[in-house]
């Protein structure tokens, strides 16, 4: 893995699609000035307060591309219950804990290219994130310790490794619904715009959630999922 390191950025996906092609580039920066989250919405990107890195593999197969939110949500995952326990995963590619998020993951698949795009907060106190429209948290506000350099080394083997898992077809969507508390449970769906409730029942081999609703079977591409309380 080639890194580089930058001060200040737009947004670390950006640089990637700006660089020549290069596969197994990272870019880290200490701050974004137009961090994205998805479905076009902004990531908060402070100086020194979030980790937020950029992962740019290619060629990239249809295989590779569709689990790759999945896979390397797991890896996020796996860096940050070394750190605590108590993390899980929201699919598609949110990791939370004690209700609020933590991390979030911005795949963008060009023709040529797969950027993953990984933000963590880090150090972010509570009043900092209490403006955004999901409830978030960050290490710091969780009282966890935690070194930023070893979460970024930690971070960089695991995305390698998932990503040799994905090339040789071997990941398994089950570490996912393992660790991802909604399989199972009577949820809320909102897809493009329209609400619908049913039971997350698993997650299928293309990485799409399988829900019932009303006896059938529905299979989301993506959505905004939660449990029914
Ligand atoms: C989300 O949950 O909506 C995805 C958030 C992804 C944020 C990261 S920070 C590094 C990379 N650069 C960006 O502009 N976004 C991603």
């Known amino acids: 893995m080639k890194l580089i390191f930058l001060e200040e950025v737009d947004s670390t996906n950006e640089y990637l699609k700006r660089v020549e092609f290069c596969h197994g580039l990272c870019v880290v920066a200490e701050k974004q000035t137009g961090g994205k989250g998805r479905r076009g919405k902004k990531w908060i990107s402070e ?5 937020y890195v950029s992962f740019m593999f290619s060629p990239i197969s249809y295989q590779i591309a569709s689990l790759s939110s999945l896979a390397f949500g797991v890896a996020v995952l796996n860096v940050l219950k070394t750190l605590d326990k108590r993390f899980y995963l929201k699919w598609p590619n949110d990791i939370y804990i004690n209700g609020k998020k933590i991390s979030g993951i911005l795949p963008e698949l060009l023709s040529d290219r797969l950027i993953i ?3 963590i907060n880090l150090n972010y106190t509570r009043d900092e994130l209490s403006s955004l429209e999901v409830p978030a948290t960050s290490l710091f506000a969780e009282k966890i310790p935690f070194d930023k350099h070893s979460i970024l080394d930690k ?3 695991e995305v390698e490794n998932y990503y040799e898992l994905l090339k040789k077809k071997a990941f398994n969507v089950k570490e996912f619904e393992k660790n991802c ?10 897809e ?3 609400q619908f409730n049913g ?7 293309n990485g799409c959630l399988v829900v019932e609703v009303e006896g059938k079977i529905r299979r989301l591409f993506s959505g905004n999922v939660s449990i029914r309380l």
């Open 199 to 205: 039971i997350a029942l698993g997650i299928d081999t």
């Open 47 to 51: 100086k020194g307060k979030g980790l």
């Open 181 to 190: 508390p909604l399989i199972g449970k009577e949820v809320s769906v909102i």
């Open 117 to 119: 795009g990984i933000g």
């Open 192 to 194: 493009e715009h329209k």
């Open 155 to 157: 971070l960089i083997l």
